[in-house]
């Protein structure tokens, strides 16, 4: 490892992050964009452990995304309202809210698909194999529910209904078309010619199958209950007996899970020493766990680099913000004021003044944020940006091969691996000089840095937030380590 010498440095600055919210109050009487509405439906999808293709394709094959007609009202057909097209002839949901409110109205079609999801699961309409909810195909049966148990959705009684395709089938089409995702037929053998199946009828999911994205749980996650409900039950086994009535936004943690059973995957959470039991995972949020705390920023909860993230802020490399934005592309200027803090976190930082931002060698000083100057000037002493000349370009984007460069400048090579060939690991790194092969492999044998797909550096992608949050607690672990 590379040794520096430092003066002494004060963290002052604040992180620059930008913050993306959804408001959606704020569509009233017009459609927002679909790439707006996509996002919306990821979300409400994460929360409620349904694959989000499913979700998406049921909005596209029911209102083709869009929540108000062109003179600005709630798209209405029959008593079915908006974008999710959601029926509430039972008064189960705010009537206003599905009309007017666009990410109500999606979590209400989500409540509707898992009703219809308990009906299959709990054998009140046929149901697929196991019913494991993140197996694409072993959504048939709900899906027919949701657009009507009626047997016009019986692909033997296409003829006689005059269709070209049952409903699930147009959303078996549309996940495959638009979203590039292969849904595959159950074997139609097994329903009857004519008429509705029985609900007694089980069918084999298929022998090809392909998985959903439901994020699962771990033990020692903090929760709270959530969705549109007013109520939540905690169950005395899995699928078990109700033991305990919780409201919305009920806290807790989880003991034990996930069990898969009747067509849900169940946590063990505890609330307190009178109230312990079992809950599926569609009404839980994940706010923290137990190792990291409490997530300070609301977008990281179903995020794989969540620890990481919250690793770094409770040893002060990043600051309390509503938001991370996780998968935004890390700029130069950001990567290297996370550098500056790993580097030397206890060391005074001089406060930023005009002179020091003069002091920087580069032509385009002018252009970083006041909050980056002092630690790119820190970044600057330790030699780490010898490879820029003139220009720094601080609000591009970070490619990976420069990554691995400034890394390289921190731990140099590693002796342990000094007759490896870094082609030999990596087939794409051909077009680089030697200086950047050598700094890759200073990366990957440090352990700072490994391939991003099978065999491949791919020196050209470019850093995430979250990628380069995971970077800085291995460069922690490995300066603690050296």
Same mark, same amino acid.
């Given at each position: 490892?590379?040794? *520096?010498?430092?003066?002494?440095?004060?963290?002052?600055?604040?992180?620059?992050?930008?913050?993306?919210?959804?408001?959606?109050?704020?569509?009233? @009487?017009?459609?927002?964009?679909?790439?707006? &509405?996509?996002?919306?439906?990821?979300?409400?999808?994460?929360?409620?452990?349904?694959?989000?293709?499913?979700?998406?394709?049921?909005?596209?094959?029911?209102?083709?995304?869009?929540?108000?007609?062109?003179?600005?009202?709630?798209?209405?057909?029959?008593?079915?309202?908006?974008?999710?097209?959601?029926?509430?002839?039972?008064?189960?949901?705010?009537?206003?809210?599905?009309?007017?409110?666009?990410?109500?109205?999606?979590?209400?079609?989500?409540?509707? =698909?898992?009703?219809?999801?308990?009906?299959?699961?709990?054998?009140?309409?046929?149901?697929?194999?196991?019913?494991?909810? @993140?197996? &694409?195909? /072993?959504?048939?049966?709900?899906?027919?529910?949701?657009?009507?148990?009626?047997?016009?959705? /019986?692909?033997?009684?296409?003829?006689?209904?005059?269709?070209?395709?049952?409903?699930?089938?147009?959303?078996?089409?549309?996940?495959?078309?638009?979203?590039?995702?292969?849904? /595959?037929?159950?074997?139609?053998?097994?329903?009857? #010619?004519?008429?509705?199946?029985?609900?007694?009828?089980?069918?084999?999911?298929?022998?090809?199958?392909?998985?959903?994205?439901?994020?699962?749980?771990?033990?020692?996650?903090?929760?709270?209950?959530?969705?549109?409900?007013?109520?939540?039950?905690?169950?005395?086994?899995?699928?078990? #007996?109700?033991?305990?009535?919780?409201?919305?936004?009920?806290?807790?943690?989880?003991?034990?899970?996930?069990?898969?059973?009747?067509?849900?995957?169940?946590?063990?959470?505890?609330?307190?020493?009178?109230?312990?039991?079992?809950?599926?995972?569609?009404? &839980?949020?994940?706010?923290?766990?137990?190792?990291?705390?409490?997530?300070?920023?609301?977008?990281?909860?179903?995020?794989?680099?969540?620890?990481?993230?919250?690793?770094?802020?409770?040893?002060?490399?990043?600051?309390?913000?509503?938001?991370?934005?996780?998968?935004?592309?890390?700029?130069?200027?950001?990567?290297?004021?996370?550098?500056?803090?790993?580097?030397?976190?206890?060391?005074?930082?001089?406060?930023?003044?005009?002179?020091?931002?003069?002091?920087?060698? *580069?032509?385009?000083?002018?252009?970083?944020? %006041?909050?980056?100057?002092?630690?790119?000037?820190?970044?600057?002493?330790?030699?780490?940006?010898?490879?820029?000349?003139?220009?720094?370009?601080?609000?591009? #984007?970070?490619?990976?091969?420069?990554?691995?460069?400034?890394?390289?400048?921190?731990?140099?090579?590693?002796?342990? *691996?000094?007759?490896?060939?870094?082609?030999?690991?990596?087939?794409?790194?051909?077009? =680089?000089?030697?200086?950047?092969?050598?700094?890759? #492999?200073?990366?990957?044998?440090?352990?700072?840095?490994?391939?991003?797909? %099978?065999?491949?550096?791919?020196?050209?992608?470019? =850093?995430?937030?979250?990628?380069?949050?995971?970077?800085?607690?291995?460069?922690?672990?490995?300066?603690? @380590?050296?």
């Amino acid at each position: 490892m590379k040794i *520096f010498k430092t003066t002494t440095r004060k963290i002052i600055a604040l992180i620059l992050i930008f913050v993306f919210t959804f408001n959606t109050l704020a569509y009233a @009487n017009y459609n927002p964009s679909r790439e707006e &509405l996509e996002a919306m439906i990821d979300e409400v999808a994460l929360k409620r452990a349904i694959p989000s293709v499913i979700l998406k394709a049921i909005a596209r094959v029911e209102s083709v995304y869009e929540h108000f007609n062109s003179k600005g009202s709630p798209k209405i057909s029959g008593s079915s309202i908006g974008l999710m097209q959601v029926s509430n002839r039972n008064g189960g949901y705010n009537s206003e809210k599905l009309k007017y409110d666009i990410l109500y109205n999606i979590e209400a079609g989500a409540d509707v =698909l898992l009703n219809k999801w308990s009906m299959s699961s709990y054998q009140s309409v046929s149901c697929v194999g196991n019913m494991d909810p @993140n197996i &694409l195909e /072993n959504w048939y049966f709900a899906l027919w529910a949701y657009n009507g148990w009626a047997q016009s959705n /019986n692909p033997h009684m296409l003829s006689s209904y005059a269709k070209r395709s049952t409903y699930q089938q147009l959303i078996y089409d549309i996940a495959r078309k638009e979203y590039g995702q292969t849904i /595959n037929n159950i074997d139609l053998s097994y329903l009857p #010619k004519s008429g509705i199946p029985s609900r007694s009828l089980v069918v084999p999911t298929p022998a090809y199958t392909n998985g959903g994205n439901i994020v699962l749980y771990e033990v020692g996650d903090y929760v709270r209950t959530d969705g549109v409900r007013d109520e939540y039950q905690l169950r005395d086994a899995p699928a078990g #007996k109700y033991i305990h009535e919780l409201g919305v936004n009920q806290l807790g943690t989880i003991t034990a899970g996930p069990v898969l059973q009747n067509g849900y995957y169940w946590y063990k959470v505890y609330v307190d020493e009178k109230r312990e039991g079992w809950i599926e995972r569609n009404w &839980l949020f994940r706010t923290g766990d137990t190792e990291h705390g409490r997530y300070v920023f609301e977008d990281i909860s179903f995020h794989w680099a969540r620890k990481v993230i919250m690793e770094l802020f409770n040893k002060g490399v990043i600051s309390e913000a509503e938001s991370f934005n996780p998968d935004n592309i890390a700029t130069k200027e950001e990567f290297l004021v996370f550098i500056s803090k790993v580097m030397d976190n206890n060391e005074e930082h001089l406060p930023y003044s005009e002179e020091t931002k003069n002091t920087l060698p *580069f032509e385009d000083a002018d252009e970083i944020h %006041t909050w980056a100057v002092e630690h790119i000037q820190h970044v600057n002493e330790l030699g780490l940006l010898e490879d820029y000349e003139s220009e720094l370009n601080p609000l591009d #984007k970070l490619s990976r091969r420069e990554a691995a460069n400034i890394i390289e400048g921190i731990f140099g090579e590693n002796n342990e *691996f000094k007759n490896l060939d870094i082609n030999t690991i990596f087939s794409d790194l051909t077009q =680089l000089t030697e200086e950047e092969i050598r700094a890759v #492999k200073s990366a990957y044998t440090n352990g700072i840095m490994s391939g991003k797909v %099978t065999g491949k550096f791919c020196p050209d992608d470019y =850093l995430t937030r979250a990628e380069a949050a995971a970077i800085m607690v291995k460069i922690i672990d490995r300066l603690g @380590n050296t």
